[in-house]
């Protein structure tokens, strides 16, 4: 870590928190809305294996804070104040989930309910299917980097190591998103296979990696808190898919999901912030009426009210510096 970043966030965000600072920040913008994202909350730190889930502790920390400075609605209220221009008094959040990790079950849901904070949950609609391995692709890239860290694992022409090929500059997971969805299949089938990935993710504990069953979502769809969105049905890159297989994608998740939980799926976050126009008018054409971005990448999509942007939450660094990071963002990312 570079000094400056170790001085910011060990010395200058705990002082900024301390002294009120960072909520003043947030204060200042013109914006009054802010989504905010999270996938997972385990009981204990997992960040060897993944940098995706946050400590129950400092998971709780947050919605104190959240309590404490910020109106929290769902995400559906957000979207009805965006689209009629409604401008709250106070600042703003909503609170979100990707993926679908039992986690979210286990060890967040008792947290939000604890507080009475709604919450939308976007889930990968693989989660209603029988699985072996109740996991999606890239907890198995995870697996593959715990135990195989100092390896060269090649993939085609690709040699990476510690999921970097330094030659052509590119990291593996960013390599096996771009590609289309034979090609990114066999690659992560073959893989799978050739380092055992099967067998070593059930040596990593399963809140880490873990998605929920369709009984489990059911169970959780239950919650008064909880909303259920799509997160597509095998988190493919959307925009690396053909006509078809789209059309499959966007389709399959809702009526899996709708099936399963016995309720209108209105809203999509899509895997790795991955779309166009295209495909915002191709979820519109099915149903899906609110639709969450992580950055925006249309041209159009600052006058679009169907799509929002987000802030994603990190798990590797300090709650002061989360919490800077959110004030800051309702400038970035925040609307209305």
């Not at 289309?180 to 050739?194: G, S």
């Not at 399963?206 to 597509?232: A, C, P, T, Y």
């Not at 979820?283 to 994603?312: E, T």
Request: charged residues 30%; neutral net charge.
């Amino acid at each position: 870590m570079k000094l400056s970043k170790k001085i910011a966030r060990d010395i200058v965000f705990p002082l900024a928190y301390k002294t009120g600072i960072i909520s003043l920040i947030g204060d200042r913008s013109n914006h009054s809305i802010l989504n905010i994202m999270y996938h997972g909350v385990v009981v204990k730190d997992g960040t060897s294996f993944s940098p995706t889930h946050l400590t129950k502790e400092q998971f709780e920390k947050d919605l104190v804070y959240y309590k404490k400075h910020f109106n929290v609605i769902s995400m559906s209220e957000a979207f009805e104040m965006y689209r009629n221009n409604i401008k709250p008094k106070q600042k703003t959040i909503t609170l979100s989930f990707d993926d679908g990790f039992k986690n979210n079950l286990d060890t967040a849901l008792p947290i939000l309910e604890k507080y009475n904070l709604k919450t939308t949950f976007f889930i990968s609609s693989i989660c209603t299917q029988d699985m072996d391995v109740r996991s999606l692709w890239t907890e198995y890239i995870n697996t593959l980097n715990y135990y195989y860290k100092n390896d060269t694992v090649e993939i085609g022409n690709y040699k990476f190591k510690n999921l970097y090929d330094s030659a052509n500059n590119v990291y593996m997971v960013d390599y096996i998103k771009g590609l289309k969805k034979d090609h990114r299949d066999k690659a992560m089938d073959d893989l799978i296979a050739r380092y055992d990935l099967k067998t070593k993710i059930n040596s990593i504990p399963e809140e880490l990696w873990k998605l929920m069953n369709i009984e489990e979502l059911k169970r959780f769809s239950q919650s008064k808190i909880v909303d259920i969105g799509s997160h597509g049905h095998f988190h493919y890159n959307l925009e690396s898919l053909d006509e078809s297989d789209l059309e499959s994608e966007l389709k399959t998740s809702k009526e899996l999901l709708e099936a399963a939980i016995n309720k209108p799926v209105i809203s999509i976050a899509y895997p790795d912030g991955s779309y166009n126009k295209k495909i915002k008018d191709k979820a519109a054409s099915y149903g899906y009426k609110d639709q969450l971005a992580v950055d925006f990448r249309v041209a159009d999509d600052n006058s679009d009210k169907r799509i929002l942007p987000r802030h994603g939450v990190s798990c590797t660094t300090t709650f002061e510096s989360n919490m800077f990071s959110v004030s800051r963002a309702f400038s970035k990312v925040g609307f209305n």
